[in-house]
């Protein structure tokens, strides 16, 4: 297989942009996606959630390439051409190209009655001509999923789990860089849906071994009771997650995935109405949380408020220039100053929580500006001059590239006005100050 | 692309629904060798005495379009021909189709059964007319031709040598033919055909006697049928042809003989069945017939075939095949089925033909050439049954198995 490559740095593997579908003609005609946006990192696993007829098919064969696009454009990162390709406008060969950097898993698995599983997998791996050990991978894969004893049989033979596993082995026997599936583990007991799924984990990035090793069963327990992984299992991952950054996109109602997941993106009515990177929605709680005023605020609001600032990408990545979303998230270079010393408060003001970077406290008792404290990811400042009104009592000063997520004055006044636990709890946290 | 015989897996997954598939293309493939067969037979039979003609060129009238056709030429003209630079010899060569009736009459009067009509062939026994061994110098045959009233009968005649109707044809068997006496004392290698159940060489004389001279006025011999011309040794038969021609032209616009060459006169003959009787084109039919049933039935078993792995298919698409693969699985499938279909249907055929030579006399001949023509058309008849259910595979959509 020739080797593939990751996007560069900060790029998403997945780019979806404005897209609207439309099924039928005329009085028929039925739009069933409406302007959809949607960026996808490498190595992440997604799951879309949302009711039935809410678009999360359509969409998903769209950016397989199984539909041609009529509005708006899907971008899918090339790694054996270095580049996007943009879906749209294909033609039928530039789709059947596309499909290729694609592992699809499907609910129905259509594995072809007439071939043994191992067969049915070397289909998808013949489309990569030239592997030097196919037959050994293949081996393995389906080994891993646990049909070593049955590689032989054909699918007739083979129960409805066992026949998903052959599906999932074939979807993943050419590492692709982005899996599609559609309820992927189904059909599949305990055991089996965890081995995909940590499978699935492992191909996206590196994970300590600490948390693989939670998911090991130990000796003397059932892994058919338990479902956990054999030890053999895992001690096959690394040799099959030899490469890194498959992103994965699951349609699935199964929680073992969803706990699982590292963006979860919400569909209704054909629209996303939510793209939540859960490593980023933790982040952002867990820094309004260590704020005194967010603190005080029922978990739920604090959540509604975290969610209003996340801008659907991983704390550990930069924000792009031009990225949708990010209208809560500024950028300053290093030395820019972010807040002033003196500054008057006024319905523009900000709270700061920082996602990126390092900022220096600088406060000027007279006697010219000393760092009282330096502040990194998950820190704030900027509280309490909205809440008492004051002006600024220090400057802030960005170290280094640094972003932050900001919250307007309007907030801080809905729960100044309607919460009155919230003021008690500011009066006793800033009264004295 | 893929190694994994999916044409042949798909095929032979299931190998009763194969064998069943198979049998459909054998039954095609049988259908289309029989009509050929008879085609074939058709021809062949037709040309049967040409075959036989020991000639380099030959002389026949223009309007003789058939052997059966009863037109002749003045024997002048070969008188005429033999003097034409680097012509050696000339013979003449009588042909009777229809009135040379032959009637057993060994039998019991009581049980003898209506006549038959026997194509009789009238040579000068020394003349090598015909290329037999039968009829070459020194056979026991040649001089017991010359004979008057003895005849060559035909061994591939219909039902010989166990004619249930006639008796058995034995050797120095006395029967009648149209009403004369004649003796087998020999038989010759020719056949039935559309026209007669079979030959009878006689000398020339013996073919005035029985089929001349009671019908003609004057000179019985003087209107020949074919003219045998052979050359000098080392004389190019396309110049001696044209100085042929040339001087059987002499006089009129309208020459009242041909000159030909074996071949062009058994194209001639071929011809002339082929295009100016329904013979030619019901047979032609019938055998487009076993085509197209064929196609049918390959069709419905590719179709099928696509119908029942449709999803598959479909996977397929969706994971990166292109219609090209596909459409070669299907053709791949078309030529499993053709090949399997054709060899089984070769064997089946061979035998039916041997059993049809025997009860029709016909001449049914499983040449090379034959073979690969019909092993064409069947692998044209799939392949063009895979393209049509093709289409419906093409236009799979890949977004259904999602």
Known sequence: MAESTLPPAGEPLLRIRGVNHVFGTGDAKTQVLFDNDLEVMPGELVIMSGPSGSGKTTILTLIGGLRSLQSGDIDIWDGRRGEYRSLKGLDENGLVEVRRLIGFIFQRHNLFDSLQATQNVMMARELFPGGTDDAADIKKILTYLGLSARMHYKPAELSGGQRQRVAVARALINRPKLVLA??????????????????????????????????????????????????????MLPDLANERGTTSLIVTHDARIMNRADRIVHMERGKIVSNVVVAE??????????????????????????????????????IRPGMKGTENVLTFE????IVRQGDAVT?????????????????????????????????????????????????????????VYTVGRSTFRKYEATSRPFIERIAAVYGQT | MAKTPLAWANLTHDRFRFALFVLGVVFAVVLMFIQLGFRGALLDSQSLF??????????????????????TFSRRRLEQASAVPGVAEVHPVFVSNGMGVLRHTAGNAAERKPSRGIR???????????????????????????????ALFDRKSVGFPDETEFGPYKLGVRTELSGVAVTFVGTVPFGGDFTSDGAMVVSTETFANLLRRPYTFGTPLANIDIGVIRLEAGADRRTVKTALKRELARGTEMPDVDVLTVDELMAREQGFWLNNTPIGFAFGFGMFMGFAVGLVICYQILSGDVADHLGEYATLKAVGYSNFYLARVVIQESLILAVAGYVAGLAVSYGLYLVLAQVSGLPMNLTLERCLWLFLATVLMCVVSGLIAMVRLVRTDPADVF
Do not use: W
């Open chain 1, 182 to 235: 559609d309820e992927p583990t189904a059909a599949l007991d305990a055991n089996s849906g965890l081995a995909v799924v940590t499978l699935l984990q492992h191909l996206a990035r590196e994970r300590p071994f600490a948390d693989l090793e939670k998911l090991i069963a130990k000796p003397g327990d059932r892994v058919d009771e338990t479902g956990r992984l054999t030890r053999e299992q895992a001690d």
């Open chain 1, 281 to 318: 929605r933790l982040f952002v709680a867990e820094g309004l949380r260590r704020c005194a005023v967010f603190a005080s605020i029922l978990p739920e609001e604090r959540q509604a408020i975290a969610d209003g600032l996340c801008v659907g990408l991983s704390p550990a990545l930069p």
């Open chain 1, 334 to 337: 290093a030395g820019e100053t």
């Open chain 1, 347 to 403: 319905d523009d003001s900000l709270f700061y929580l920082i996602r990126r970077g390092k900022v220096r406290v600088l406060r000027d008792a007279g006697d010219g500006p000393k760092t009282i404290v330096e502040l990194g990811p998950q820190d704030f400042f900027g509280d309490r001059a909205l809440l008492v009104n004051e002006p600024r009592n220090a400057t802030i000063q960005a170290i280094e590239t640094t972003e």
């Open chain 2, 50 to 71: 040409h075959d036989k003609l020991n000639a380099d060129l030959v002389l026949i009238s223009p309007n003789r379009q058939a052997l059966a056709m009863p037109e």
């Open chain 2, 120 to 150: 009789v062939i009238g040579i000068d026994p020394d003349s090598r007319a015909l290329t037999m061994p039968e009829l070459q110098p020194g056979a026991r045959e040649v001089e017991l031709l010359k004979i008057p009233g003895n």
